[in-house]
């Protein structure tokens, strides 16, 4: 804490309450501190969606603090080549981790046009859809690994990529799409501002026999349609934010043996430590919440989550 947080030698904690500024300072400094284990789950779940890679400490820290709340398995996700390398050789090493690969709806078009401005990290100028071939033959190869369960996160996001960008994005929704087919393989969905084009595409082409939507965000109408295809519902840290109740409204019409639970981390922590470091570990405080809302016990909740994600990864 730096001396200007210090409460003065003057004044007792009880004469003065403490300004907006020091609340603000003290806000943004809790905002990096990890949220404390919650109680353990006594029927042990698997976080359907995770990077590992991306959240602080090693895979194997962050492996064994979650099997310490009852989160016994994982499945990593791979967004580019790098990561989905990084993923199946995890997921190699760890009997109870399960790898996706792919390319992030968001990739595929900086790889085709280029990355000016560097949100990749990576600077690339473009390279045209001979460049995305060859990534989707990278993809294509480690989609056939024995500890690869799944393809994506694929699909499409309209919020992050501008218009240039969708043609690319759903060209290579579409590649994804085969190759998870090709390789009777979970394809793993992430849909942000898209909704209907999609659900559209999975139409078009045919979903795969296990289609997950990871951080399912639409509403209740879409989960009707998505349950009267088959396809299964992952939610996140969002269903327990206070405003989102049309989330809860899904939640509560889909299929039980539909729905998976997951933490995007470090993404999308849930309440009440939203803004902070998310992990595999907090996945009982989301599903405490599900429960909740499908006025569930804990222990059926999370038997129901265990054998649905099992099934859509087929592990």
């Not at 003290?26 to 990077?51: I, W």
């Not at 390398?85 to 760890?94: D, K, V």
């Not at 060859?134 to 699909?155: F, H």
């Not at 997951?262 to 570990?281: H, S, V």
Request: proline content about 8%; some cysteine.
């Amino acid at each position: 804490m730096t001396g200007s947080d210090k409460t003065p030698s003057h004044t007792t904690p009880s004469s003065k309450t403490p300004s907006s500024k020091t609340r603000s300072k003290r806000s943004q400094a809790d905002r990096g501190v990890p949220p404390p284990l919650p109680e353990p789950l006594r029927v042990a779940v698997a976080d359907s969606h995770t990077h590992l890679d991306m959240q602080d400490g090693t895979p194997e820290e962050g492996l064994a603090k979650a099997s310490s709340v009852g989160v016994d398995t994982v499945v990593q996700v791979g967004c580019d080549l790098s990561g989905s390398r990084w993923a199946a050789e995890l997921a190699g090493r760890h009997a109870h981790v399960h790898a996706t690969v792919s390319l992030h709806p968001n990739e595929a078009p900086r790889i085709v046009l280029g990355d000016p401005d560097g949100w990749s990290g990576q600077k690339r100028g473009p390279g045209g859809m001979k460049a995305l071939d060859e990534a989707l033959a990278e993809i294509d190869a480690l989609a056939a690994l024995p500890q690869v369960r799944g393809v994506g996160e694929t699909g499409l996001d309209y919020f992050r990529t501008g218009p240039e960008g969708v043609e690319v994005q759903q060209e290579s929704f579409r590649r994804h799409i085969a190759l998870a087919k090709k390789h009777g393989k979970a394809l793993v969905i992430h849909d942000r501002d898209a909704h209907e084009d999609v659900l559209r595409i999975l139409a078009e082409e045919g979903a795969p026999e296990r289609t997950v939507f990871h951080c399912y965000s639409g509403d209740a109408e879409m989960a009707k349609v998505c349950a009267a295809a088959g396809y299964y519902l992952s939610f996140a840290g969002p269903v327990t934010f206070p405003s989102n109740h049309h989330l809860r409204e899904a939640l509560a019409v889909a299929p039980l043996d539909r729905v998976l639970v997951e933490t995007d981390a470090p993404f999308l922590t849930p309440a009440p430590y939203r803004g902070r470091p998310n992990a595999p570990y907090l996945i009982p405080v989301t599903l405490r919440a599900m429960a909740a809302v499908r006025g569930l016990d804990e222990d059926t909740m999370a038997a129901a989550v265990a054998a649905n994600t099992a099934r859509a990864f087929d592990y």
